[in-house]
């Protein structure tokens, strides 16, 4: 059984910086593809950023490509979304995501999903 917990959210200024963790215990991430997704109000779920736990390949929507940056900490078992330059638009609820296969940008492919954590960005 996995479990992904979220921290780092709140709220910020346009132009400021966030990183969000996500916690993940419960087995061995090796073969996972990690990934973060976000949900604004009245919107659908979408993809924001992916990587490869064992290969480190690492892949980003359009929309964060240059402002945001996925990591990661193996001694931790933590994924990182470091988030620069944000904009309101950015603001949703930020979910971490984890799969052991499948396409990383399509949200049904995550057996794993953690509680969310809010980000407001503030015009």
């Known amino acids: 059984q996995v479990q992904l917990v979220e921290s780092g959210g709140g709220l910020v200024q346009a132009g400021g910086s966030l990183r969000l963790s996500c916690a993940a215990s419960g087995r061995t991430f090796n073969h996972y593809i990690m990934g973060w997704f976000r949900q604004a109000p009245g919107k659908e779920r979408e993809f924001v950023a992916a990587?490869?736990?064992?290969?480190?390949?690492?892949y980003y929507a359009d929309s964060v490509k240059g402002r945001f940056t996925i990591s990661r900490d193996n001694a931790k078992n933590t994924v990182y979304l470091q988030m620069n330059t944000l904009k309101p638009g950015d603001t949703a609820v930020y979910y971490c995501?984890?799969?052991?296969?499948?396409?990383?940008?399509?949200?049904?492919?995550?057996?794993?999903w953690g509680q969310g954590t809010q980000v407001t960005v503030s015009s």
């Open positions: 990587l490869s736990w064992s290969g480190g390949s690492t």
């Open positions: 995501a984890g799969t052991q296969g499948g396409s990383y940008y399509r949200s049904y492919e995550y057996n794993y």
